[in-house]
């Protein structure tokens, strides 16, 4: 039974999951019916690239996901009733549960609401490269680097943005970590 391929779903909100893909049967007890599951492809080293031209083109990329990925988006857009912190747009496929201190700070980097903040992608991407920070008190900040550009305007709707404040949501609870912001815009600073 060992290496049974098979697809994982992984619940994140109450009828929502997510497939978890490739899985695979690593271990079977069939006394206690207890299977142990492995993530990815079972002797990955011995993989090569496919000899046909249609294989070729729908060839198998392993990619490293984050589990809890789900779950965080789920919580962070329902704490801000699926708005964009910044904007204010209300349509949920164009926005991301960014990270305030990465998952990989394993201080403070826990997947939970008052470490995510919903951005939509022009804005999560412009968070991510500093150039667009949040100080503790919820003030929004442009780097100099696009304020001083003339370009069109989504250039200037992102400059707009600097003095302003992010939306936050009703309960307290769910606001930015006022910490975990100024890690984080000590590290927006750094990087002017």
């Known amino acids: 039974m060992d290496r049974v391929p098979l697809i994982y779903f992984l619940g994140f909100a109450p009828g929502l999951y997510q497939a978890i893909v490739p899985a695979f049967i690593a271990e079977w007890d069939a006394t206690r019916l207890i299977a142990s599951i492995a993530f990815g492809l079972p002797g990955e080293a011995a993989?090569?690239?496919?000899?046909?031209?249609?294989?070729?083109?729908?060839?198998?990329?392993?990619?490293?996901?984050?589990?809890?990925?789900?779950?965080?988006?789920?919580?962070?857009?329902?704490?801000?009733?699926?708005?964009?912190?910044?904007?204010?747009?209300?349509?949920?496929?164009?926005?991301?549960?960014?990270?305030?201190?990465?998952?990989?700070?394993?201080?403070?980097?826990?997947?939970?609401?008052?470490?995510?903040?919903?951005?939509?992608?022009?804005?999560?991407?412009?968070?991510?490269?500093?150039?667009?920070?949040?100080?503790?008190d919820y003030r929004l900040h442009v780097s100099e680097k696009l304020l001083v550009q003339h370009d069109g305007p989504m250039l200037e709707a992102l400059k707009r943005l600097n003095g302003g404040t992010i939306y936050l949501p009703t309960r307290d609870r769910d606001r930015p970590d006022r910490e975990r912001l100024a890690r984080r815009f000590e590290d927006f600073r750094a990087a002017q």
């Open 47 to 136: 993989l090569s690239l496919p000899e046909t031209v249609p294989e070729r083109r729908y060839a198998l990329d392993t990619v490293k996901k984050r589990l809890h990925q789900g779950t965080f988006r789920e919580a962070v857009l329902t704490a801000y009733k699926g708005r964009c912190a910044l904007s204010g747009l209300p349509e949920t496929r164009l926005l991301d549960a960014a990270h305030i201190v990465a998952d990989g700070d394993t201080g403070y980097g826990q997947p939970v609401v008052s470490n995510g903040i919903p951005l939509s992608k022009i804005h999560h991407a412009a968070f991510d490269a500093h150039l667009i920070g949040i100080d503790p």
